[in-house]
């Protein structure tokens, strides 16, 4: 299966030269350019994309408003968003996170991580970047934040499945959470698809955002 990208970002080379990566990838296509997030949403519509690589700084509207867009809109169910960012420390990318982008990665990301990291993501299987996104929310969690928290909630979920929560919102990888308890990795990934389908999680993004906010995971705990 094609995965078909959608690539936005203000800067005209730095578009060049990422479409000429993702074409360079034999289960990947270039299906639209956008220089600004306005663009990004039209084109996510128009072009049928998968997966939307979004710069989080663009004129119009930035990447995280159309992320929040894109998110929020019933036609592009299943359009994952991976966000770029300049720095692992740009505290917008909480922001991004919370507007329901499925990962993060920053632009100095070696060509074949951006490869893997778009077919983690398209696939809806890992978030990008765990450590840093966990340190990075962590902190962002400690301030105020004058947004809404997240209506999600674990308090119907078994022991088993807040057990799964915590690793995940820790950053583990299914693979992982599976050695952690002693299970196997399908039955790991069946636990990860049960919650999100208990709590109504977008994905993965939404349950590490859920885990600290909820306290499951704490800032410094892991």
Known sequence: MTIRVLLADDQTLVRAAFAMLVESA???????QAGTGREAVELARSARADL??????????DGIAATRLIAADEDLVGVRVLVLTTYDTDEHIIDAL????????VKDTKPAELLDAIRLVAQGEALLSPGPTARLIARALRAPDPGPR?????????????????????????????????????????????????????????????????????????
Do not use: W
């Open 98 to 105: 919370r507007a329901g982008a499925s990962g993060f990665l």
């Open 150 to 222: 997240s209506a999600l909630s674990p308090d119907g979920l078994t022991d088993r499945e807040r057990q799964v929560l915590t690793l995940v919102a820790r950053g583990l990888t299914n693979q992982e959470i599976a050695d952690t308890l002693s299970l196997s990795p399908l039955t790991a990934k069946t636990h990860v698809s049960r919650i999100m389908g208990k709590l109504g999680a977008r994905d993965r993004a939404q349950l590490v955002i859920l885990g600290y906010e909820s306290g499951l995971v704490t800032p410094g705990g892991g």
């Open 26 to 32: 034999p289960d990947m296509e270039v299906v639209g």
């Open 52 to 61: 939307v690589v979004m710069d989080v700084r663009m004129p119009d509207l």
